[in-house]
């Protein structure tokens, strides 16, 4: 992932595309998207190098793009596809591309969070370079698998950073209904480490933030605390129902992340209208290549249904 502004508005691009192209296929699968996140996403991968793992909870995709997953293994992994990096076995909850340095997701609300800490602790034990990042959402900010593992990562000095995808909706709870902390990055400054809120929806500050929480840990000084607020712009899954108003969603969309960094990137002279739309088709092309070769990939044989089972 690069750490210049065009490169992070083109993962953020792809992201979209990619998306929206799965949700709009007839038959996508249960998935959890990241309309509204992208900013997060890209602002984490773009602080990360390729020593680095990452690990996220079960909304997984616009994550695993950002830091670099190929798109059409990834498509095919989530359309049940032998050509995905998983075979079609793992799906949007369980995939993992460790050697793109995307460690893996879990489906499990908080589920990943320990095991990111386990994945920090050998890489200390064995004197191996780089950190690892756990990205997980306000749902799990609440979860004692987190204050279990922010009390060791402090304790033992892990290699990990934290960061909280704040999208303010469990579902469809509202974050100041399932966690009592004033900023949920407080509860990470309880234990020691350096904690910090940024407004997730503006790439500039995120990628700062991101980039300044993983040189501390990087630097061997211990675990950092990051949390990003963001939005979520569709609803919690492709099978759930909407539970909020037409203009509270038409609000949201005036905040979109994408059209925000683009207005920036435009105001500064970076961009044009021929470099926008050019950047947007880019984006399109790349998702429609990546069905193309999910498409032409077979299912898994019933046969391999007990394969690599224990």
């Known amino acids: 992932m690069t750490d210049d502004p065009i490169g992070r508005l083109r993962a953020m691009l792809l992201i979209r595309a990619f998306e929206d192209g799965l949700s709009a296929?007839?038959?996508?699968?249960?998935?959890?998207?990241?309309?509204?996140?992208?900013?997060?996403?890209?602002?984490?991968?773009?602080?990360?190098?390729?020593?680095?793992?990452?690990?996220?909870g079960g909304r997984s995709i616009g994550p695993a793009l950002a830091r670099g997953v190929n798109p059409g293994m990834l498509m095919a992994e989530l359309l049940g596809k032998t050509a995905g990096m998983n075979r079609g076995r793992a799906?949007?909850?369980?995939?993992?591309?460790?050697?793109?340095?995307?460690?893996?997701?879990?489906?499990?609300?908080?589920?990943?969070?320990?095991?990111?800490?386990?994945?920090?602790?050998a890489r200390?034990?064995?004197?191996?370079?780089?950190?690892?990042?756990?990205?997980?959402?306000?749902?799990?900010?609440?979860?004692?698998?987190?204050?279990?593992t922010l009390n060791i990562a402090a304790l033992w000095e892990l290699p990990i950073l934290f960061v909280c995808n704040n999208n303010q909706l469990s579902v469809s709870t509202p974050r100041e209904a399932s966690n009592a902390a004033r900023r949920i990055c407080d509860v990470g400054a309880v234990f020691?480490?350096?904690?910090?809120?940024?407004?997730?929806?503006?790439?500039?500050?995120a990628a700062a933030?991101?980039?300044?929480?993983?040189?501390?840990?990087?630097?061997?000084?211990?675990?950092a605390?990051?949390?990003?607020?963001?939005?979520?712009l569709r609803s919690?899954?492709?099978?759930?129902?909407?539970?909020?108003?037409?203009?509270?969603?038409?609000?949201?969309?005036?905040?979109?992340?994408?059209?925000?960094?683009i207005a920036r990137l435009q105001g500064e002279g970076l961009l044009g209208e021929m470099e926008i739309a050019g950047l947007r088709e880019e984006a399109l092309e790349r998702a429609r290549a990546a069905m193309v070769f999910a498409d032409a990939s077979p299912y898994p044989d019933p046969a391999e249904v007990l394969a690599d089972v224990d």
């Open 225 to 232: 605390f990051l949390e990003m607020s963001s939005i979520r």
């Open 124 to 148: 200390k034990m064995a004197g191996e370079p780089g950190i690892v990042a756990i990205l997980f959402g306000d749902g799990a900010s609440a979860a004692g698998a987190l204050y279990e």
């Open 236 to 261: 919690h899954s492709t099978t759930a129902r909407e539970t909020r108003s037409r203009d509270e969603l038409a609000s949201l969309r005036l905040r979109c992340p994408i059209e925000r960094e």
């Open 91 to 121: 799906g949007r909850g369980h995939f993992a591309a460790p050697e793109q340095g995307f460690f893996g997701s879990h489906a499990v609300v908080g589920g990943n969070i320990s095991v990111a800490a386990g994945v920090a602790l």
């Open 192 to 205: 020691g480490m350096p904690a910090r809120s940024v407004d997730g929806l503006d790439m500039v500050a």
């Open 25 to 56: 296929r007839k038959a996508h699968g249960f998935q959890l998207l990241s309309s509204g996140e992208e900013a997060v996403a890209v602002a984490l991968a773009s602080a990360l190098t390729a020593d680095d793992q990452l690990l996220t």
């Open 209 to 223: 933030a991101a980039r300044e929480a993983a040189e501390h840990v990087r630097s061997g000084r211990g675990p």
